[in-house]
């Protein structure tokens, strides 16, 4: 009898797992935070270097407070969700990219990302 609570309670923890992954939706916005530590760790903005070559302006504090749009989601096979996110103002991201990955567990709970 035991076994069956036990097996009871995982299954309803794993029912709200699942539903608090499908919180965010294609055409959700959420805002850019700012990071806990210098720089961002789980929003795959691209290295320094790669947008001073492309010609952009490597400022990461710019980002901070930006809206942005979800485009898609994807469940990876280790059981995380990866988002890909695009400005909310149609622009780029440091002049160079328009799309850009993030972790979406990751990102919110280290306040990368914010639901608005």
Request: cysteine-free.
């Amino acid at each position: 009898m035991i076994k069956y609570a036990i097996a009871l309670l995982l299954s309803v923890n794993l029912l709200q797992a699942q539903d608090d992954k499908s919180l965010i939706q294609v055409g959700d916005v959420l805002e850019i935070g700012r990071p806990e530590y210098n720089t961002f760790k789980h929003i795959n903005f691209p290295d320094a270097n790669f947008i001073i070559k492309r010609g952009g302006i490597a400022n990461y504090k710019k980002a901070e407070g930006q809206e942005v749009i979800v485009t898609s989601v994807k469940e990876k096979k280790n059981g995380g969700t990866e988002i890909k996110i695009k400005r909310n103002d149609g622009g780029r991201f440091f002049g160079i990219n328009t799309v850009i990955s993030a972790d979406l567990e990751k990102a919110l709970e280290s306040g990368e990302l914010q639901a608005r």
